[in-house]
């Protein structure tokens, strides 16, 4: 079973910096992808950036790419997203997320942190 807690949400100005961490609990599979969604109001959930542990594939939305970065450290107990120049387009509520690639039983959120972006 895993367990997530997202931290480090914020109110930020635009063309700040914010690094949100997720707090792993639980046995991560290397089958597992770990991944940043977000939710803004009135939009869809959307994924914002996955990590493979195995082959270290990462993926970006492309409203982000060049600006967030996501990692995390060997022993599969933390997560981050890096956020870098930030706009008033990135404020929402920040959700990491495990989810296995081969087993769909394996689905895990956290409660979410909220970003907002002033402009």
């Known amino acids: 079973q895993v367990q997530l807690v997202e931290s480090g949400g914020a109110l930020v100005q635009a063309g700040g910096s914010l690094r949100l961490s997720c707090t792993i609990s639980g046995n991560v599979l290397d089958t597992d992808a770990l991944s940043w969604y977000r939710q803004a109001p009135s939009h869809e959930r959307e994924l914002v950036a996955r990590?493979?542990?195995?082959?270290?594939?990462?993926y970006y939305l492309d409203s982000v790419k060049d600006r967030f970065a996501i990692s995390r450290n060997n022993a599969k107990t933390m997560m981050w997203l890096q956020m870098n120049v930030l706009k008033h387009e990135d404020t929402a509520v920040y959700y990491c997320?495990?989810?296995?690639?081969?087993?769909?039983?394996?689905?895990?959120w956290g409660q979410g942190t909220q970003v907002t972006v002033s402009s």
């Open positions: 997320n495990v989810r296995s690639l081969i087993d769909s039983r394996r689905d895990f």
């Open positions: 990590m493979y542990w195995h082959g270290g594939d990462t």
